[in-house]
């Protein structure tokens, strides 16, 4: 299944109408004003195409209304947190400003996001000054040839 992740319902409900119109089954789910949209990965490459593009619309769309429903005053605070998990079980927030947050969404996915900030908290709790070569020689990381 192909996951997509919306913040508002309006671009949430025009993007189960748009799958619908090119009947395309999609799965909803809402938990803590995050929609997630399931659909099926076995579609043909042109649809993929148009599904793209048409969620990218979307987004902007929820980003324009995130803004305007949040727009910065006294007691209205805009700010993007991303979860931390710590080693000894305890879990932290990192606030980050939304438009800088945007930004990195645009060309990585949640899924290397969070892999970027794990590496970066284990290097943190775990200091090592060696050089990756170094740690490879040693043979306590594996090569990963990318």
Excluded: W
């Excluded at 980003?63 to 006294?74: D, G, I, R, V």
């Excluded at 979860?83 to 305890?90: R, T, V, Y």
Aim: charged share 30%; aromatic share 8%; proline share 3%.
């Amino acid at each position: 299944m192909l996951e997509y992740v919306l913040f508002h319902e309006k671009p949430l409900e025009l993007f189960v109408a748009f799958l619908g119109t090119h009947k395309v089954d999609a799965v909803t789910s809402e938990a803590d004003g995050v929609f997630e949209i399931s659909i099926p990965e076995d579609l043909e490459e042109d649809l993929l195409d148009k599904i793209e593009h048409k969620y990218d619309e979307l987004m902007d769309m929820n980003q324009q209304l995130f803004y305007e429903e949040n727009a910065p005053e006294a007691d209205n605070y805009r700010m993007a947190s991303v979860a931390i998990s710590l080693k000894n079980g305890q879990s932290t927030m990192a606030h980050v400003r939304p438009e800088l947050l945007a930004q990195v969404l645009e060309v990585i996915s949640d899924d290397e996001l969070f892999e970027l900030v794990k590496t970066i908290v284990d290097a943190v709790e775990t200091p090592d000054a060696r050089t990756y070569c170094q740690k490879v020689r040693a043979g306590d990381v594996e090569f990963e040839d990318a």
